[in-house]
């Protein structure tokens, strides 16, 4: 099956600085990849995503990136501010079923 | 619109109880997953349920663990005889479909605590 890696696992961040999370995924066939924002006790929130047609989508204050060849995408957040806190997942679309990365926990230090 | 809805929100349960935990999913969507989360780590997929029908039930385990959309009424997920193990918070998404344009939109969660 999909095996989706995210990393760095913790990352820490001055807030106006820059956030990169990168993800790799294994399986050539995937298609989309959505990235979802988790706070604590709550439930995951899609805040981007992007499929495999595009290399590149913006949104606000925050960007996906994909490279099919080598089979990783990232998220990135910029002018961070305290409320971009939270638990950022990645995931792989394939076969009817998303597969998901670890999670990165982002830390906006005011 | 409301949003993906599950209950309850907490859930405790003694060893050998059983849980059951509800997922009504956002008006239009006929499509249900379930996954579960334990600390610190990512989402696993257990079932993929369209009404009446489990389409893919490949990361649910195969004793003590069911799920059903019936016709009418919420999405259910059993677990039988719960354990220690089965401590974990349950996310229930829905989506309009399965083709790479339908989003799945997850709901707020059931955090089980077994004792």
């Known amino acids: 099956g999909e095996n989706v890696e995210q990393h760095p696992s913790t990352l820490s961040v001055q807030e106006g600085d820059s956030a990169v999370i990168k993800c790799t995924y294994s399986?050539?066939?995937?298609?989309?990849f959505p990235w979802y924002k988790q706070e604590l006790g709550k439930g995951p929130q899609l805040i981007i995503d992007i499929r495999s047609n595009v290399g590149e989508k913006k949104d606000q204050r925050i960007a996906v990136t994909l490279n099919k060849t080598a089979k990783h995408f990232s998220l990135h957040i910029t002018e961070t501010q305290p409320e971009d806190s939270a638990v950022y997942f990645c995931a792989s679309y394939g076969n009817n079923r998303l597969a998901f990365g670890k999670g990165n926990q982002v830390v906006v230090i005011p | 619109n409301a949003g993906v809805m599950q209950n309850p929100r907490h859930l405790v349960r003694r060893r050998g109880q059983e849980a059951r935990l509800r997922c009504s999913p956002m008006k239009g969507h006929s499509h249900v997953y379930w996954y579960r989360q334990l600390p610190e780590e990512g989402l696993k997929f257990m079932v993929y349920?369209?009404?009446?029908?489990?389409?893919?039930e490949s990361g649910m385990p195969k004793e003590r663990f069911s799920a059903e959309f019936p016709k009418e009424g919420p999405s259910i997920l059993r677990i039988q005889q719960v354990v220690r193990g089965d401590s974990a918070a349950y996310f229930c998404?829905?989506?309009?479909?399965?083709?790479?344009?339908?989003?799945?939109?997850f709901g707020p969660g059931t955090r089980l605590t077994v004792l």
């Open positions: 998404a829905s989506s309009q479909g399965t083709s790479v344009t339908d989003t799945q939109y």
């Open positions: 349920l369209q009404k009446e029908n489990i389409i893919d």
């Open positions: 399986d050539s066939a995937s298609n989309y």
